[in-house]
Structure formats: structure tokens, C-alpha cells
């Protein structure tokens, strides 16, 4: 086992692994930014690395100075959380190269599954259900309309690569195609095409109304065995950005949840994935199916949910099998119910981000109740990175349960200064279609239509 781990990332994430590898008995090294230097994650780090000014270009994005870090400090190890650089081959390629531990899949596996159409294609040849769909990129608009007629209205429009449900569009008509191919086209120049010359890469896919987003959470153990730990619901969206996720899910059956849980193992094994990584779903409600979406090769944001039902730290197993050690498990037995909500620096209404200085910070405490956090009172929500505050997480033995907790969390948790989401997260566990579980990933644009 290596003795100190550079985590490359900030925020609560950042926070969060900090405390796993602390806990370990390893020590923790912090990179940060000039904007983040009065964050919690960089005091309680055993060593902090300045990157350089805010603009995440040239700090938290720039390879060489996260490199420099490991250098400077000493890191034998990298854990990139997620965003930023979590998902770039080319920095899983540098820290290995220079001689330091990723602890991660395989740049090779990062790769495979970073571009939609790729991972589409060897998923279906590996015998995962996947949506009618274009299996090439798709060029130019005529392109799109003559797919669009083959797989049939309505189609999901999205760039091949990036993430976050950046740049994804539903049409109905070759009029919204023409929007919808817009927006996925600016997406993809964003975060690179489908190679030099060939134009930026557009995927379409039929679009499955009443859907909901269930994804699977795998772990590949250093042994080349890759396990199911159990599905999330991330059907509570707004910008095909999700807020609120739960597990298990309530929309899935026992024989359904036997499929999908298969069916992510296939996928790991396909790729010959190592650490944690997660298998999106879409799954078709009316007839109880589900296609796949994409493999994401990192750990989730709302992994939290998992490990409250499990019982396993996720960020522990990742460094585990980065170390070429078995898992600190013998089984996966889920018991109970557990529920997440992002609680962002933005309107509760439009959901437009508001940064600002936290004037009060009153965290909500109680059976069931975990909050991973990024800030304390004082600190400010800058413009510069996403406007995830915490996530505030509730466990019960039971969804009712869970739901009681969740309600009460949300009605202690305390925030001023800066815009947030805490009145509609108080809104969505009182609506009836999610208080039910009976939702899909229309549940908040009908809340808010």
C-alpha cells in the first residue's frame, strides 16, 4: 500500500476522500485553487498545493501543475474524485507515467467509454440492451433528419463525448432536430469531436417517454472480478442534471433489478474495468426494460446513497484495489432506503446558479442523517466552479422512513447569503408523484410547467 495520496479535486468531494484516506492511515495532500484557499478541504488535508488562479484552466484542468503537485509533495497516488480530470485518459496516462499509482480504471478503459457512440457499439456487441440509434457519428442536419426518420420521433439528441447532460436535446419534428442538433453541436466542439476533420460528434438515440435514470454502481477488484453493489434512482433532473437520487430504486422490480445488476457486470467485464464505476440506464417504466446510457469511469457524486445502504465505503475500495488488495468485504447485502439531495447554490425556481458569501451555515444532524459538504459559514460560493454546496443524505429502514428523515433534515439545514435550493428540495419530497415513487425524468419540468 502506498503512504500518501494526492487527491485532485476540490469542494466536498475533495473533503470527502480527504477523510477516507486519513482514516486509512495514509496521508491526504490537497491541490487548490486561488479562489478555494479558505476551504475546508485545504485546512483539512495534511499538505496543501497552491495550482495557481481560479479559472480551472489554469488550475485544477492544467495536467503539468497537478503533476508538479505530486512532484513537490511527495503523492505516490492520485485520486481525481469527479469532473475536472476524473475522466481524461491523458491524465490517467501522465500520472502513471510518472511513476505515481492512479486510482482509477485503466486510461485504456476510461477511453472506451468516454465516447457514447464507442461505448453504444461494444455494448451491444457484448449482448447489453441498448435504444435504436445511430451506431456513426452523425455529420450534418440532413444527416440527422434521415436518421431521425429511420429511428422514429422522438429521438435524443447528444454530443458523443463530455458529460452532465451537457448539450442533450429531446425532439419530436425535424423543426426541434434542427434545434436540438444545434445545442449538441456547440456541446461537442466544447469538448472535442470525433476527430480532426471529421466535425464535431452527434449520437442519436430513440427517446423513451416515461422514462426514469436508474444506474448500477460495479466495483472491479484487482482480481479482475467486477461486482453489481446495487442500483440508484437519478430520475429527479432538471437540465438533464440530476438533484436528487435514491436507492434502491422504487420503479424497478426484483427480476428487473436481476437483469440490470447482470448486465452492468457484462459491461465491466467487457472493458476489463478496475475500481468504481457506474452502468446508466434508462429504464422504459410501461414495460419494465431498460436500454443503456453510458458508462460513467469514476465515482459518482451520489455515491453516498450506496455505501448508506451497503454498509461499504466506495473511496476505501478504490484505493484498495489501486493497492492490488481484495476489497474489505466478503458480500454485498443493500438493506433499507437511502436518498440524496444536491443542495446547490442557485434559485430555487429557475434553478439559475447564485453564488455569494455564506453568512449562516447550520448543518442538520440526527438518526440517518450525512451530510458531505464543501463549505462552512464564511466561506463564499464562487462563480467559477459548479454551485454544489453539500449533499445531504438520509438513511432509513425503509422509504418512509427515509422520506420522515429527509424532510426533517431539509426543514433544520440553514443557509443565508448566497441563493439556494432548499425550498425546492422541501417541494419535491412533498409532491406527491415522488412522495409515491411513482416519478419519471419529467417529474420536475412538470412541477415547474
Known sequence: MFESILVANRGEIARRIIRTVKEMGLRAIAVYSEADADLPFVREADEAYLLGPAAPAQSYLDIAKVIEACRATGAQAVHPGYGFLAENPAFARA?????????????????????????????????VPVAAGTREPVPDLP???????EIGYPVMVKAAGGGGGIGMGVAR???????????????????GGGGEGTGPAILLERYIERARHVEVQILGLADGTVLALGERDCSVQRRHQKVVEE???????PKLRERMLAAAVRAGETVGF?????????????RQDFVFLEMNTRLQVE?????????????????????????????VRPAGHAIELRVYAEDPKRFFPGPGKIDVWEEPSGPGVRLDSGYVAGNT?????????????VYGADRDEALTRARAAVAAFRIEGPKQNLPFCAELLDDPAFSSGDYD????????S
Open 95 to 127: 500520472v502513471i507515467d510518472a511513476g505515481l499509482t492512479w486510482i482509477g480504471p485503466s486510461p485504456e478503459a476510461i477511453e472506451r467509454m468516454g465516447d457514447k457512440i464507442n461505448a453504444r457499439n461494444l455494448m451491444e456487441s457484448a449482448g
Open 143 to 149: 444527416g440527422a433528419l434521415a436518421a431521425a426518420a
Open 173 to 191: 419534428n425535424d423543426d426541434e432536430l434542427a434545434k436540438a442538433f444545434q445545442t449538441a453541436t456547440r456541446a461537442a466542439e466544447r469538448f
Open 247 to 253: 436507492s434502491p430504486s422504487p420503479g424497478v422490480t
Open 274 to 286: 478496475r475500481g468504481a464505476g457506474t452502468v446508466e440506464c434508462l429504464v422504459d417504466t410501461d
Open 303 to 331: 455515491h453516498p446513497v450506496t455505501e448508506l445502504v451497503t454498509g461499504i465505503d466506495l473511496v476505501e475500495q478504490q484505493i484498495r484495489v489501486a493497492a492490488g488488495e481484495p476489497p474489505s468485504f466478503t458480500e
Open 381 to 393: 460560493v464562487t462563480p467559477f466552479y459548479d454551485p454544489l454546496m453539500a449533499k445531504l443524505c
Open 441 to 448: 425524468t419529467g417529474l420536475v419540468a412538470r412541477m415547474r
